[in-house]
């Protein structure tokens, strides 16, 4: 998808084809296309999220970090959001934390980390499992800084058991 978003392509597509000896040369599952929304040149405009009446929107750790990087329309904006994953303590600071996933690219061995920075009034210990909703701290670092950061206001947070699949979705 990366060339698809740099080459301003107005569609992207994914082909399912079955896996023999050489690659690619097994016969089609099966295919579908997509078409490519932009608010500016690079960035993909998200469909808006629409929370349920006084409910949060279920997001991954994954998709709430990548519309606060590449979502220009405001889709995050005021919307209470719903995330899960587990906590990691920020050095120095008792009034945040990282909320974290893995995510598997190809296999467990390149899994790489997601997070998100949690502002609350109340740090659990390293390694609890929670659910944390609230909305997103909108803080446009401005030109030339890395952008904005996946910062989200806790308005509840709720312990959780680990989930049988503990990877981000």
Excluded: H, K
């Amino acid at each position: 998808m990366d060339w698809a978003i740099t080459d301003a392509e107005p569609r992207w597509g994914v082909t399912a084809p079955q896996a023999v000896e050489e690659t690619d040369a097994g016969p089609v599952w099966g295919s579908r296309s997509f078409s490519i929304a932009r608010s500016r040149p690079g960035t993909i405009a998200y469909p808006a999220l629409s929370p349920p009446r006084d409910a949060a929107v279920d997001v991954t750790i994954g998709e709430f970090v990548e519309r606060v990087a590449f979502d220009d329309s405001g889709s995050l904006e005021g919307v209470p959001v719903r995330l899960s994953g587990f906590v990691v303590g920020i050095d120095g600071r008792d009034d945040a934390f990282l909320l974290t996933r893995f995510v598997i690219a190809c296999g467990a061995a390149d899994a790489f980390p997601v997070q998100a920075i949690v502002n609350t009034t109340d740090v659990p210990p390293n390694d609890t499992w929670l659910e944390v909703v609230g909305t997103w701290v909108s803080d446009d670092l401005g030109p030339g800084a890395a952008g904005r950061s996946a910062t989200i206001e806790a308005q509840l947070t709720r312990l959780i058991a680990r989930p049988e699949n503990p990877y981000d979705r």
